[in-house]
């Protein structure tokens, strides 16, 4: 069966630190990966998107993720957080031959 | 702007008194999905729709009702509302739906339901 897993609930980290969000999927066909932001009492937006190419991807606000094909992973990271990045993060996987499959999400809080 | 709109985006509502919340894109997207959002849960999609005129049922369809006539209007009906449907419900859309289309998704604002 096909699933994506956040290994993290929640991780607190200090302002300036870096971070890392960890998502891992399963699939046993070619995907598409994604990343989305969801901000207090917001919906949810793209952070950034692997559709082929260049693994190590950017997206908005200074998030960058790598994909790794052999360990079935695309894990989010931030060299310096700030506290507007305090949020919940999704982690999905649209497998070629199936839909969106979700992450359980992540919440990032910042402590100053 | 390209947005999706839902309304309303707080409702409270007393058991078994039916309700409809609205979504709507002016993308000309072809899918459109309903999806709701519990702590510790993650999304968990209702319905779904691939275009007009063809909706399928999500992950936990039941005690909700969809329609799609236009391609622009995805409302979510509740017939018969009860709490365990207390939740924060959000509409998004995509492109096209199509298996393995590598499209990501729009989402609305959310809808925040309680009910007593």
């Known amino acids: 069966a096909q699933s994506v897993t956040q290994l993290d609930s929640q991780v607190p980290v200090f302002e300036e630190a870096p971070v890392e969000l960890r998502c891992n999927y399963s699939s046993s066909v070619s995907v598409y990966l994604f990343w989305y932001v969801q901000y207090p009492n917001q919906g949810l937006q793209l952070l950034l998107k692997y559709l082929s190419g260049s693994t190590l991807v950017k997206g908005i606000n200074g998030f960058e993720a790598e994909f790794n094909k052999s360990q079935t992973s695309f894990h989010l990271r931030k060299p310096s957080v700030h506290i507007s990045d305090t949020a919940e993060y999704f982690c999905?996987?649209?497998?070629?031959?199936?839909?969106?499959?979700w992450g359980a999400g992540t919440k990032l809080i910042i402590k100053p | 702007e390209a947005q999706v709109t839902q309304n309303p985006r707080y409702l409270i509502t007393v058991t078994g008194k039916k309700l409809t919340v609205t979504c709507s894109q002016n993308?000309?997207?072809?899918?459109m999905s309903w999806y709701r959002q519990d702590p510790g849960l993650g999304l968990r999609q209702i319905y779904y729709s691939m275009n007009v005129e063809v909706t399928d049922k999500g992950d936990v369809p039941e005690g909700y009702k969809v329609s799609r006539k236009e391609k622009r209007n995805f409302p979510l009906i509740l017939e018969s509302p009860s709490p365990n449907q207390t939740s924060l419900y959000f509409c998004?859309?995509?492109?096209?739906?199509?298996?393995?289309?590598?499209?990501?998704?729009?989402f609305g604002s959310g809808t925040r339901l309680t009910v007593v």
């Open positions: 998004a859309s995509s492109l096209s739906g199509r298996t393995g289309a590598n499209y990501g998704y729009t």
């Open positions: 993308m000309n997207h072809e899918y």
């Open positions: 999905a996987v649209r497998p070629s031959n199936y839909q969106l499959i």
